[in-house]
């Protein structure tokens, strides 16, 4: 039993620090601490089901545990979005953002906006920063976590985490006034220049740079081919853009074309970020390649 605590606590520990890590940016990003006093709460609250979402479908495919039904793969992702708010609320009140005049209102909304990004650093550092160490929990399981590395992840799947990912990232940026900026003052051509150069960037980021172990399909289905799959992760990304658009209320007001422009803008960041995420619930090197090559014949 003590052996199990001590496991338990070592991966809090591990999933803590990454999300520190991950979230560290935005704890120190003072749009987030405005608009986390200004959003609606039921803004807040849908930003929270949302990455509650992404958590899930991560953890699904990595996380806490290898093997899990789905109720406790749930309580895993509540423990992920729980030890997010923990430490959010720590590290403000560390920081003085939080005091003993702020309102209640105000601290929940902060913390809110804040227990996102390292909610997601949580659940990533809960696996991708273990090392593949072999302890002793990891050698007793050594068949379960070998399947678990050969099966690869879905296309929903890869889509899921990747909006996580294009979360994460254009919640560093969204809040700011650079993709507002940039969106209204871009004509067509040049939003259209950016679409396509973001496409190739994330095409060759995913399927093509050899990071040694990618997201590569493994399945018949449309998704499961490069093109597709780049394609609807860009469409996941300006979904993304769009939602986070809206949260802050960077679109209220705004014409079509400038609201296209900032979309994607954001869209941008998101991609870039949706691209590393499916990078991170890739299979192993070997798999990988072998992958990479059938995905390219």
Not at 175 to 182: A, G, H, Y
Request: glycine fraction near 16%; aromatic fraction near 6%.
């Amino acid at each position: 039993m003590s052996k199990e605590i001590a496991a338990s606590l070592r991966d809090f520990t591990r999933a803590g620090a990454g999300g520190l890590v991950i979230g560290l940016p935005l704890l120190f990003t003072m749009e987030i601490w405005f608009h986390g006093s200004l959003l609606p709460a039921w803004k807040l609250l849908l930003l929270l089901g949302l990455a509650y979402l992404v958590v899930l479908g991560y953890n699904s495919v990595a996380g806490f545990r290898r093997e899990r039904s789905f109720a406790e793969l749930a309580i895993d992702s509540i423990s992920t979005i729980g030890l997010g708010i923990v430490l959010a609320f720590v590290a403000l009140l560390v920081l003085g953002r939080i005091e003993v005049g702020t309102s209640l209102r105000d601290a929940a909304g902060k913390v809110a906006l804040e227990a996102i990004p390292i909610a997601f650093g949580a659940s990533v550092a809960a696996t991708q920063l273990s090392g593949g160490g072999g302890g002793k929990s990891n050698g007793e399981k050594g068949g379960g976590k070998g399947k678990r590395s050969d099966r690869q992840p879905g296309a929903f799947h890869r889509l899921l985490v990747g909006a996580g990912g294009g979360l994460l990232f254009a919640l560093n940026v969204a809040p700011t006034d650079e993709p507002l900026m940039l969106g209204v003052e871009a004509p067509p051509p040049l939003l259209l220049t950016v679409v396509g150069a973001t496409l190739l960037l994330t095409l060759a980021l995913v399927f093509y740079a050899d990071f040694g172990g990618r997201p590569v399909a493994r399945g018949d289905g449309l998704l499961d081919r490069p093109v597709p799959e780049t394609l609807a992760a860009f469409a996941v990304s300006l979904a993304v853009a769009l939602l986070l658009l809206w949260s802050f209320g960077r679109i209220d007001g705004a014409g079509v074309q400038a609201i296209a422009g900032m979309t994607v803008m954001l869209a941008v960041v998101a991609s870039v970020g949706a691209a590393v995420a499916r990078l991170l619930i890739s299979g192993g090197k070997e798999g990988g390649r072998e992958g990479g090559r059938e995905a390219s014949g």
